[in-house]
């Protein structure tokens, strides 16, 4: 069963305008951490934000910010004011600690987010 | 700043090869960790490792081993590459705690021909 579910293959937003990316996610886990990266087209994947399923605010780094609905399983990413340069695939991962050394992530499908001028 | 370091960006081998990919990372991170990408599937796990000489096998492990004798230092393996490990291949590192990120290498380019 998927355990990360991305339902926005492909999106356009106008620059400065601010977008939303969907993440549900999938676990019988009370402690469990979600992650988003970014990945441009030169394939490198980068960390962008993280929250942690304990924590009670919503996490924020800059112009991103996690909407965290933990009732509805849902972590969706909001980058405000768009760029350019945030044209990009975003993944949203979670890591369920079933074991004391298992630190493994696992992905959505990503969805793709184009910036337009 | 962390720095993962894949050997190559692209790569071209032959059916029935056996491939070698490495990685390494100079943040001293106890997790190490091989991903595969492909389109519309998002990162699978192929294998990781949270310690010098230990593996574990992740989602898709057929196909592949890895090799970890330094802490540096993570191989993978492909025993005898075939056409269907066509892929984006994915090295990450991290410290041993649940909420540290993974920090990405730049990605290797494999095609089997």
């Known amino acids: 069963a998927q355990k990360i579910t991305q339902t926005q293959p492909g999106m356009f937003v106008q620059e400065k305008e601010a977008v939303t990316l969907d993440c549900t996610y999938d676990?019988?886990?009370?402690?469990?951490?979600l992650f988003w990266y970014k990945q441009p087209s030169s394939g490198e994947m980068i960390f962008l934000i993280y929250?942690?399923?304990?924590?009670?605010q919503n996490a924020t780094e800059g112009r991103y910010s996690l909407n965290f609905q933990k009732a509805r399983k849902s972590a969706n990413l909001v980058i405000s004011a768009s760029q350019l340069g945030d044209s990009a695939m975003y993944f949203c991962?979670?890591?369920?600690?079933?074991?004391?050394?298992?630190?493994?992530?696992?992905f959505g499908a990503g969805t793709t987010v184009t910036v337009r001028a | 700043d962390v720095k993962v370091t894949q050997s190559s960006r692209y790569l071209v081998k032959r059916t029935g090869e056996k491939v070698f990919l490495e990685c390494v990372q100079d943040?001293?991170?106890?997790?190490m960790f091989w991903y595969r990408q492909d389109p519309g599937l998002g990162l699978r796990l192929i294998y990781f490792?949270?310690?010098?000489?230990?593996?574990e096998k992740g989602d898709i492990p057929e196909g592949y081993s890895v090799s970890r004798e330094k802490k540096e230092r993570f191989s993978l393996i492909l025993e005898s590459a075939s056409t269907n490990q066509t892929s984006m291949y994915l090295c990450?590192?991290?410290f041993g705690q649940g909420d540290q990120p993974q920090h990405f290498g730049d990605g290797t380019r494999l095609s089997i021909l």
């Open positions: 990450a590192s991290s």
């Open positions: 490792s949270y310690d010098v000489k230990m593996k």
């Open positions: 991962a979670m890591r369920e600690p079933r074991a004391l050394n298992d630190y493994k992530l696992s």
């Open positions: 943040m001293d991170h106890e997790n």
């Open positions: 676990t019988s886990d009370q402690s469990y951490g």
């Open positions: 929250q942690g399923s304990y924590d009670e």
